[in-house]
């Protein structure tokens, strides 16, 4: 039998705790990849094997406008020391059933201002690419991610992948 998909019916982000509904055009979400090493040694074909590393997580945000707030956070994980908290809002929805949550929260820093290009009667869009060291995605209330690059936690649907290989170094 198919089977229709969830659609994203409504989102709004925030920025530091301020909502930017209908001023944030789109948010790219980061890409979340286990690195690997490809091991051969005898094997019929290669392999790949978790070396207990993340490639770097990063994303961006399109606003309809040039926000002061947000351009003036430019940067900021370096000069203050303090992150920048990024949560994204949505509801998914397939045909005949109930809407469900998807919370996305992030924390990290924005690392570039692209301030795009001016037409007349049209909106002055930026976009700024983040770096982000705290990721959480939550769907239908349920925590699928849950990663925290600095305590060293990979959470994948409750289970902390680095669990074992913090204890066994004594971390």
Not at 113 to 132: F, N, P, R
């Amino acid at each position: 039998m198919a089977m229709s998909p969830k659609i994203l019916k409504k989102s709004k982000l925030f920025v530091d705790g301020k909502g930017y509904l209908g001023i944030a055009d789109e948010i790219s979400l980061p890409k979340v990849t286990v690195k690997t090493r490809e091991v051969t040694s005898g094997f019929q074909a290669p392999i790949e094997l978790d070396v207990g590393q993340l490639e770097k997580l990063e994303g961006s945000i399109t606003l309809l406008e040039y926000n002061a707030d947000v351009l003036k956070l430019l940067g900021d994980w370096g000069g203050t020391g303090r992150t920048i908290n990024l949560t994204a809002r949505g509801a998914i929805q397939k045909q005949g059933a109930a809407p469900e949550p998807v919370v996305v929260t992030l924390h990290g820093f924005f690392k570039e201002v692209d301030m795009g290009s001016w037409k007349d009667g049209e909106e002055a869009k930026m976009t700024l690419q983040y770096a982000v060291q705290k990721y959480k995605l939550e769907v239908n209330n349920e925590v699928i991610y849950n990663i925290d690059l600095y305590n060293d936690i990979r959470e994948i649907a409750g289970v902390d992948h680095m669990a074992n290989l913090r204890k066994t170094i004594g971390a």
